[in-house]
């Protein structure tokens, strides 16, 4: 009988004294698949004091219904910068995937 369980070695967290709770929001954060995308208006500076949380391998169009159900219907394209493009910015489509992090300009029709 071999044991197919792989224990890991975790260590002690407590919220209460601010103990490795860095780690756990970390774990939890990659066990969720969660992403970050910050928007940006045109001719402003993105606004990353409120991130959109969304999962891992979220498109443009989702994002476009999650913002407003109306969006994608005036959709042209968007200028995304982040980790999910060759160029920054780069215009994409609603089919682009986003990563943690991207940045996202929404350009209406």
């Known amino acids: ?16 004294l601010g103990l490795n709770f860095d780690f756990l929001l970390e774990t ?13 208006k045109r001719g402003e500076m993105p606004d990353f004091s409120e991130a959109i949380i969304l999962r891992s391998g979220t498109n443009v169009k989702q994002i476009c ?11 042209k394209a968007a200028l995304v910068w982040g980790t999910s493009t060759k160029y920054s910015p780069q215009r994409v489509g609603l089919s682009h995937v986003l990563e943690d992090e991207d940045v996202i300009q929404i350009i209406k029709r």
Do not use: D, G
């Open 1 to 16: 009988h071999t044991n197919t369980h792989t224990h890991t070695c975790s260590p002690p967290t407590s919220c209460e």
């Open 65 to 75: 219904r999650y913002i407003h159900r109306s969006l994608e219907q005036q959709f």
């Open 28 to 40: 939890v954060w990659r066990y969720l698949a969660l992403i970050r995308v910050y928007t940006k």
